[in-house]
């Protein structure tokens, strides 16, 4: 009903904006007075964490995309190797898992049966499974040794958008709980990065501030046929779910690639003002920053309309870019949060221009019941 959707035209709209408080209720009660990860509800002994030698995430759709953002922050700051599959491809690859194995599956629903399948082989083979999980006593958090609820509250929109956000930082906080157990010893980074943490709903708060220039955006774009989203390290899976909300709500062709993996041949669908929207890492602190700048300057010479993320105070760009949205400066790990949040929004507001159903999507369901 219209009062349940808070005044906004879709829950997903609603989802959007809610973001900064769903990112803060991730992080409440879950740090002492001296800033030392409690995590309480991880139920599996200290000991056993520090015999952990590798990790696998499982997931699918959106939540798979936080699992591949986690990847990069989990391995920076365990240096346990960590891999990411889709759910539905798991158990049948016959996986390398033993009891030293860490399975960490993400669904916000906890009830989507290729994610159930998996972590039931998983713990066959004895590894340890945490569930990261927005509905409380939903069957795989019940069906795992332990699980990191993300509090984001019901999401009702098919299109995750809360949800992946919360996901991308109960991942880190598992991370940065890992290291702390395991004693890692770059405990000045692992403060920075805490105490990042705690200013980023502020910093998506100001991304949703400035969304009259999205909406725009939209407007411009919604009878263009074709999207591309480009990015490198935390960047690509960003991309990649960037294009799948394009996907899912608006119905358009749209792809996410690896920056800088363009050249070794999907540069060839490059046209005449196909719109490419590429996130670019934090200058001066980031080694491929100036490589992105290089894809962006490629794809504009093949005739690209380059719509580039960028943070504040950031000029490299401005020659290459047809578009510049700016975020608050954010370490390259923390910078995921961010990006997405246009990319949500703009998926939303072509759907809704071109008069889609944004709740409830053609051929698609809110959890996958079967396999
Ligand atoms: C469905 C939804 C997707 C979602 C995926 C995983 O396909 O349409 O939006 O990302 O399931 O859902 P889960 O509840 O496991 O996160």
Redesign the pocket.
């Known amino acids: 009903t219209a009062a349940e959707k808070g005044g906004f035209d879709w829950f997903m709209r609603k989802e959007i904006y809610e973001q900064p408080q769903a990112v803060a209720d991730t992080l409440l009660g879950r740090y002492d007075a001296e800033g030392k990860l409690t995590l309480d509800e991880i139920r599996i002994s200290p000991e056993e964490l520090r015999r952990i030698n590798k990790i696998v995430i499982v997931?699918?759709?959106?939540?798979?995309h936080a699992g591949l953002v986690a990847k990069y922050a989990i391995e920076h700051w365990t240096r346990i190797p960590c891999e990411v599959d889709i759910a539905s491809e798991f158990r049948y690859r016959d996986p390398i898992i033993d009891p030293n194995t860490l399975v960490v599956t993400?669904?916000?629903?906890?009830?989507?049966a290729d994610?159930l399948m998996a972590i039931r082989h998983a713990r066959e083979q004895h590894a340890k499974v945490i569930a990261i999980c927005?509905v409380n006593g939903a069957t795989?958090p019940r069906e795992s040794d332990a699980v990191i609820y993300t509090h984001a509250g019901p999401e009702r929109g098919?299109?995750?958008t809360k949800?992946?956000l919360t996901?991308v930082v109960a991942c880190y906080l598992l991370g940065l709980y890992l290291a702390q157990v395991r004693g890692m010893k770059y405990g000045d980074e692992i403060k920075a990065i805490t105490d990042e943490l705690q200013k980023m709903p502020a910093a998506i708060q100001t991304m949703l501030d400035n969304d009259q220039q999205i909406l725009d955006l939209s407007k411009d774009l919604m009878d263009d046929r074709s999207f591309f989203f480009l990015g490198r390290h935390v960047g690509y899976p960003s991309a990649l779910e960037g294009a799948l909300k394009l996907k899912?709500i608006a119905y358009k062709h749209a792809e996410g690639f690896p920056a800088g993996e363009l050249k070794h041949g999907s540069i060839a669908l490059i046209e005449q003002d196909i719109p490419v929207f590429v996130m670019v890492p934090p200058q001066g602190r980031d080694q491929l920053h100036d490589k992105v700048v290089s894809n962006i300057q490629e794809v504009r010479a093949r005739g690209a309309k380059t719509i580039v993320l960028v943070e504040e105070g950031d000029d490299s760009v401005n020659p290459y870019a047809d578009v510049i949205i700016r975020h608050p400066k954010a370490s390259t790990l923390l910078q995921p949060l961010l990006a997405i949040v246009p990319l949500q929004l703009f998926a939303c507001e072509v759907a809704t221009l071109l008069g889609n159903d944004v709740d409830q999507p053609r051929n698609?369901?809110?959890?996958?019941t079967v396999e």
């Open positions: 997931a699918c759709g959106t939540a798979y993400i669904s916000q629903s906890g009830e989507t994610t927005n795989i098919v299109a995750s949800g992946y996901q899912e698609l369901a809110k959890s996958v």
